[in-house]
């Protein structure tokens, strides 16, 4: 199967890997320039070929993942369709709200693809390819047997679109929350000494959770890829809204997600690329370079 992929980050990057014998092409605005040296190699080893545009990517393609951050979801849709081959396929595994796969879709289907929205409902470098996946639209099902003999792991959520993406928008409300929460909380208890008696607390009050290992995981995560986050987190705002609710949660979860993104670009947490960038084994070496930050001496 010929495959193009549209963003070329961590997602696009494992998925070339995985499908090294299928995948013809890509594009990520990132590809371009000296910035994109590194992106380039990657590409050059697994048998990528950079294309100049969206549409020249996906062109003769008969299966184009669309792995952007959320905010892009439907522009890059709308850059893809002229170049779509009739009867292409177009998973969608952006984190974005039903609202914005609905209007993707709409691009996609009104230039002869078949749209499929896809929610990825993990983080997808344990599982690489095999990352449990949603999909949701009415070419689903017709979809999901080429991908698992692709390697992947998909099932048919709804013929409906926004069944799938509603399913890992609703999720996110507690997973990204729950990440930035405990960055909040422990940041705090760091300061104030109190961190350990904290930690007890919540073993006692949930003792099936390392929380030693749980708040590790989830700084390096956060520092890592917080940007990409806050996106996501905004459209789960979007999504809440879209319910009749007022995301309050959400919101001030998009924020922290943010913020720790600007103290990372900020090099508060050192170089990106550098061998011990968000990856501490103890998250209080993460907490106490953000509270340095706030408390110079």
């Known amino acids: 199967m010929r495959i193009a ?134 070419h689903a099902a017709a979809l999901q047997p080429l991908l698992a003999q692709l390697g992947f792991a998909p099932s048919v959520a709804s013929a409906q679109l926004g069944v799938a993406s509603a399913t890992k928008m609703c999720r996110s409300v507690m997973i990204k929350g729950l990440e930035a929460m405990v960055i909040e909380s422990l940041t705090t208890a760091r300061r104030f000494g109190v961190e350990d008696a904290v930690l007890a607390s919540l073993q006692e009050t949930f003792p099936g959770i390392d929380w030693e290992a749980q708040a590790a995981y989830f700084f390096q995560r956060v520092i890592e890829h917080g940007r990409r986050r806050s996106e996501e987190v905004r459209e789960v705002a979007a999504t809440v809204r879209e319910a009749g609710l007022e995301p309050w949660s959400a919101s001030g979860t998009a924020e922290r997600q943010a913020y720790m993104a600007d103290l990372a670009d900020g090099g508060v947490f050192g170089t990106r690329g550098e061998a011990g960038f968000a990856r501490s084994a103890d998250w209080r070496t993460e907490a106490d370079r953000v509270l340095r930050h706030l408390h110079p001496r």
């Open 5 to 138: 992929l549209i963003g070329y980050g961590e997602v696009g990057r494992i998925l070339a890997e995985d499908l090294r014998a299928h995948t013809r092409a890509a594009f990520d605005l990132k590809l371009a320039g000296e910035a994109g040296h590194a992106l380039r190699e990657h590409a050059a080893r697994h048998g990528v070929a950079p294309a100049p545009s969206h549409a020249q990517a996906v062109q003769d393609a008969e299966l184009v993942v669309s792995a952007v951050t959320a905010s892009q979801t439907v522009a890059v849709a709308q850059a893809c369709a002229p170049g779509l081959a009739r009867g292409a396929f177009f998973l969608d595994v952006n984190s974005a709200s039903p609202g914005a796969k609905i209007a993707a879709a709409a691009c996609v289907d009104a230039a002869g693809g078949r749209y499929v929205e896809g929610a990825v409902m993990t983080s997808v470098p344990p599982h690489r390819i095999r990352v449990p996946l949603l999909l949701g639209g009415p």
